[in-house]
């Protein structure tokens, strides 16, 4: 057998004594927390100073325990592994840490006599020249450690959300297991053989004297709270995430992966989790309202235990958990009890009030797609109490934006209920119908031709002709069949009623009102130039609505929406920094102040009065402002609003849209998402009024544009004579 190296082959240690470890593209909030890492090689670099003694202790009593006192070789197990290898065997290691790190960073782990010579030699010279502690050091910062994290540190954050320094003995002793196999073995692609090495790993660190009987034994005992794939940055905030890594790969490609660019954004990281939880929290809601749709899957347990096991542990890595909905198979179902196990092999007990939502997918005469039996595939959820309950993963498709109305900043955005299972950004992506939504902009656009809040419209029954539609007849009708006569434009926005937004629409012609709609950002291609327009029925994102509510929040300035505050590189040089627009500036003016100040007190009516006074009765404000919108038939629900400098848009509706429900409107699916958020967003934001700024007069009850003031024919619309003093006198 040839020798493939001698000492005189040996590489240098350049790229040890100088180590450049590739640094991930990492993004950051506002307020510093990290929200995304992108890259072949999640990790970090921690000095050995910083590395706590309990993790070195597990790694070192399951890889090395003699680390501190041999030159480099454990010469037993060089031995041992030797014999093995001439013999034809290729399972023994017993590689030092010296060994594999030279392994690592020079060798293949192809098994050769050569390649293990070379390794050993490759040992003793690193030996020589860096100390112990830099090789300890070198080796916890490179060791790939799986799910892509290379070092401790990185493990840390991807399987438990911490920061090195913060972890338990269980948690320490789970990453000093993972060296051996970290693809195979790791607690997330295999619990089961993750935790059977853990507890090696302790069982070496008490026989070392690391550790007391009784650390041991409540370490066994230590529920890890490792993180599902994809939830090691736990602010969940993966679509901006990946908003950001489209931007920066689009200018630096794969270095941008390498290349350790941090990115700091607008979000604020409280905003972000306020605006996740509430969305969270309102689809579910709604999954809850309109009943259980049975199991995900179902298998045929097989009677061997170990085939039984497999399979269990296969099936439900195929229904990854989805936050606090976690997947389990059902081992046995009764009405009142239901057993299963999760993925990590605990088993759990479902009771009866645990159950009671699925109670038909219990019965003895449910369907096979809906009924729980053994081999289900369920969703489960611990309450505060520690008491499971029976879910199901929600199908509706949600999504909110928050934006900082003055500056246009990103405060908040989630662009669907679990990234993992849809990457597809409602937020930017999803053109949907606004519904009436668009209906203050209608208005705003009114204002300029001389009506007012303060305008009589009929409330009654209409058909537009062929003549005035261009085709079909067409008869509006107001989405509870209630007409009110004579009632203000104010009156009509607040309650949302169609036919006045029709009538209003026909007065000052739907081109006029196409027209005006750009202003706002809206996109005029995707917006219908006939009636239709006043119900809402062209194509906006929820991005889109955040930006044209904000010019009416902001005394009509249109923003632009900006997400990316400042870029660095690993040596602190910046790349970029934003330079936004300052608020108030003349040259961003869109609309009229007069016409921003006017359109701003009806959307206060809505919120105080009208159809969205849920947000006046649940949040302590007087400054709020907004609009509902529902599509036709329900397919989509809107609420668009503002607060202070903040506003923010919630939707819901289906991907394949479809109705939300009969009894569903903007009201019930997306003001609930706003309101949640609103409960802690701009609490401590001053609240905030327009000032009334000059040619805004009282007349008539409400307010006008001073040159409209005595423009008698605005007063009302569509009204006779007897309907006009009827309206005014309330007779």
Do not use: C
Not at 503 to 511: F, G, K, S, V
């Amino acid at each position: 057998m040839a020798f493939a190296a001698t000492p005189l082959d040996l590489p240098s240690l350049e790229s040890l004594t100088d180590y450049r470890p590739k640094i991930p593209l990492r993004v950051y909030t506002s307020d510093k927390v990290l929200i995304g890492e992108f890259g072949q090689e999640r990790r970090d670099f921690v000095a050995i100073k910083d590395i706590p003694l309990i993790q070195r202790q597990a790694l070192l009593a399951i890889e090395d325990s003699r680390f501190y006192e041999h030159g480099g070789v454990d010469y037993k197990g060089v031995v041992r592994a030797v014999l093995a290898d001439l013999s034809g065997g290729l399972k023994q290691g017993a590689s030092t840490i010296t060994m594999q790190l030279a392994r690592n960073f020079f060798l293949t782990r192809e098994k050769l006599f050569s390649r293990k010579l070379t390794e050993v030699m490759l040992a003793y010279k690193i030996e020589r020249e860096l100390s112990k502690d830099q090789i300890l050091e070198l080796y916890m910062n490179q060791i790939y450690l799986g799910q892509r994290a290379y070092g401790f540190s990185s493990a840390a954050r991807i399987y438990f959300g911490k920061p090195l320094k913060d972890l338990s003995l269980a948690q320490a002793a789970m990453l000093a297991g993972l060296p051996q196999a970290p693809s195979g073995i790791n607690p997330i692609v295999n619990p089961i053989r993750a935790r059977a090495r853990q507890k090696l790993v302790l069982k070496r660190m008490l026989a070392l004297g690391y550790i007391t009987d009784a650390q041991y034994k409540a370490a066994l005992k230590e529920n890890l709270g490792v993180l599902a794939e994809g939830q090691s940055v736990g602010n969940h905030a993966q679509y901006v995430a990946e908003m950001v890594r489209q931007v920066i790969y689009a200018q630096f490609k794969d270095e941008a992966y390498t290349r350790g660019i941090n990115v700091t954004t607008t979000l604020v990281n409280a905003d972000q989790q306020a605006a996740y939880d509430a969305l969270r929290r309102q689809v579910l809601a709604y999954d809850q309202r309109h009943g259980y749709r049975g199991p995900e899957a179902h298998v045929v347990l097989p009677a061997n235990a170990a085939e039984r096991e497999k399979l269990i542990e296969t099936t439900l890595q195929q229904h990854p958990a989805s936050d606090t909905l976690l997947s389990a198979m059902v081992l046995s179902a009764k009405p009142a009890s239901v057993q299963a196990v999760l993925v990590d092999g605990d088993k759990i007990e479902l009771q009866a009030d645990g159950l009671r939502w699925a109670a038909a997918a219990l019965a003895s005469k449910a369907s096979a797609a809906l009924k729980i039996k053994p081999g289900a595939v369920i969703r489960v959820v611990k309450n505060s109490r520690g008491r499971w309950s029976i879910a199901q993963l929600p199908v509706v498709g949600a999504a909110f934006v928050a934006l900082n109305n003055q500056t246009g900043a990103y405060r908040a955005l989630v662009g669907g209920f679990d990234f993992n299972a849809s990457e597809f950004n409602h937020v930017t992506q999803a053109w949907r119908q606004p519904g009436s939504a668009m209906k203050p902009f209608i208005y705003s656009a009114a204002l300029e031709k001389g009506y007012s809040p303060g305008t009589l419209v009929n409330d009654a029954p209409l058909t537009l002709t062929s003549a005035e539609t261009g085709g079909q007849p067409w008869t509006p009708q107001n989405d509870d069949n209630v007409y009110d006569g004579a009632i203000t434009l104010r009156t009509a926005l607040a309650q949302s009623k169609n036919v006045a937004a029709v009538r209003l629409l026909r007065a000052i012609t739907p081109q006029y009102a196409h027209d005006f709609l750009p202003r706002f950002g809206f996109d005029a291609a995707r917006q219908p130039v006939n009636y239709t327009l006043a119900l809402g029925t062209g194509a906006v994102t929820p991005l889109q609505m955040a930006g044209a509510f904000s010019v009416f929040a902001n005394g009509g300035y249109q923003i632009n929406p900006y997400l990316i505050q400042k870029v660095v590189d690993t040596r602190g040089n910046v790349l970029f920094e934003a330079k936004p627009v300052l608020p108030g500036q003349e040259s961003a003016r869109v609309l009229d102040a007069r016409n921003a100040f006017i359109t701003d007190s009806m959307l206060r009516e809505v919120v105080a009065s009208g159809t969205g006074a849920a947000a006046s009765k649940k949040l302590a404000r007087q400054d709020l402002a907004g609009k509902t919108g529902t599509s036709s038939d329900a397919f989509d629900g809107w609420f668009a609003g503002y607060a202070g400098t903040t506003t923010a848009v919630a939707w819901m509706g289906f991907d394949e849209p479809r109705s939300l429900g009969a009894r569903e409107f903007g009201a019930t699916v997306a003001l609930p998402i706003w309101i949640d958020y609103m409960r802690s967003s701009p609490s401590g934001q001053p609240v905030h009024y327009q000032p009334q700024p000059a040619g805004v007069v009282q007349a008539q009850g409400d307010w006008v544009f001073e040159e409209f003031r005595t423009a008698g024919a605005v007063w009302r619309l569509d009204l006779d004579p007897l309907q006009w003093l009827k309206g005014l006198f309330g007779a």
